[in-house]
């Protein structure tokens, strides 16, 4: 090495250059929280004109934690899951915490080889989206100590955190609202549902909803389709060909929706008129499509927030509130959905 070369800032460099302590500082670049705002902005400052850069692998030593929390999610290719991740990483900076993002493909190997890998590079806490995973994943978090949290289901196995609802009578929602248009023929246009407990579950209340009301779901009324247009389309169209066919289709969540709108729209079946389609998750596309979706809302950034919250005061050795907080989601009601044509509303 170069005897004349300079040696990397330290902490203590920056320490002295703002007048505080190197405790102080750590404390403003990893808990900002802790500290004033104006004081934070003073070391930052300080940190910027220096060139300072954390060493978090002396860090991870000293405090036995890396200062990092990985999550799972199924993918990002649905803006649902986007917007989710912006969410949870959105708070785990705020508590100076990065996150560390993995996708499982909604495949329950995938998804536990993901976790093996985050919990290697020794992430602090896990979240997780749903409750399918496969029960070694679970045992291997509980055997390390580490903190996990299920989002996007309610409830979780005993003894697991959670944020989420309940998809089997959200859905329920959603067929009552038809039934009570005077529908009579229904359809289901659901996701994978295997390894996918929210689409099982999605499909089930759909089944039984309509047992309450004195229907069946027919076997031909029921397609599943991969979370892409393309599959929805396919799905669709082999629903519209049934005899008798349906007038009103549940989709099992917005993306699944917007195909089969193309397919409506490609086959001359005018929505709401003579289908009536109803999707899941309320997407913000959802509400400009013509004419514009209904569909269940759910508050997607409250929910991952929420999660962000629990593992964080987990990790700050704070009470976490509830174990498992259920959330409420509503059905909307816009421009897909009417009465079916020549339609005998009951009394």
């Known amino acids: 090495m170069d005897p004349r070369q300079p040696s990397a800032p330290t902490l203590d460099d920056v320490a002295r250059a703002v007048g505080v302590s190197g405790a102080t500082v750590s404390r403003a670049l990893h808990r900002p929280d802790a500290v004033r705002p104006a004081l934070r902005a003073k070391v930052l400052a300080a940190v910027a004109r220096l060139g300072y850069v954390p060493n978090a692998g002396a860090r991870a030593m000293t405090?036995?934690?890396?200062?990092?929390?990985?999550?799972?999610?199924?993918?990002?290719?649905?803006?649902?899951?986007?917007?989710?991740?912006?969410?949870?990483?959105?708070?785990?900076?705020?508590?100076?915490?990065?996150?560390?993002?993995?996708?499982?493909?909604?495949?329950?190997?995938q998804e536990a080889a993901q976790v093996g890998n985050l919990v290697a590079r020794?992430?602090?806490?896990?979240?997780?989206?749903?409750?399918?995973?496969?029960?070694?994943?679970?045992?291997?978090?509980?055997?390390?100590?580490?903190?996990?949290?299920?989002?996007?289901?309610?409830?979780?196995?005993?003894?697991?955190?959670?944020?989420g609802f309940r998809n089997r009578a959200a859905i329920t929602r959603a067929v009552r609202y038809l039934l009570d248009l005077g529908h009579r023929r229904v359809a289901m246009l659901a996701g994978i549902t295997a390894g996918n407990d929210r689409a099982a579950e999605r499909l089930q209340g759909v089944r039984e909803a309509l047992a309450a009301a004195g229907l069946k779901l027919r076997p031909q009324s029921v397609a599943e389709a991969a979370y892409d247009l393309q599959s929805a389309r396919e799905g669709t169209r082999s629903l519209l060909t049934a005899t008798?066919?349906?007038?009103?289709?549940?989709?099992?969540?917005?993306?699944?929706?917007?195909?089969?709108?193309?397919?409506?729209?490609?086959?001359?079946?005018?929505?709401?008129?003579?289908?009536?389609?109803?999707?899941?998750?309320?997407?913000?596309m959802s509400r400009h499509w013509q004419p514009a979706l209904t569909t269940i809302h759910v508050p997607t950034e409250a929910m991952w927030t929420l999660a962000a919250e629990h593992l964080i005061a987990r990790l700050d050795g704070l009470a976490p509130g509830p174990l498992q907080q259920e959330i409420e989601v509503e059905l909307v009601v816009r421009g897909s959905t009417a009465p079916p044509l020549r339609s005998v509303r009951p009394r």
């Open 63 to 109: 405090l036995r934690r890396s200062g990092t929390v990985g999550l799972v999610v199924p993918t990002i290719d649905n803006a649902i899951f986007a917007r989710g991740v912006q969410a949870f990483q959105r708070r785990m900076v705020a508590s100076g915490r990065h996150v560390l993002l993995a996708i499982s493909d909604y495949d329950a190997g």
């Open 122 to 163: 020794g992430v602090d806490a896990v979240a997780l989206t749903g409750i399918s995973q496969r029960p070694e994943l679970i045992e291997r978090l509980r055997q390390r100590g580490l903190p996990w949290v299920h989002s996007g289901s309610f409830p979780a196995p005993e003894g697991s955190a959670c944020v």
């Open 244 to 284: 008798p066919a349906p007038t009103a289709l549940l989709c099992g969540n917005d993306v699944l929706a917007y195909g089969a709108l193309l397919e409506a729209q490609a086959r001359g079946t005018v929505v709401p008129e003579q289908l009536s389609v109803v999707g899941f998750d309320d997407l913000e």
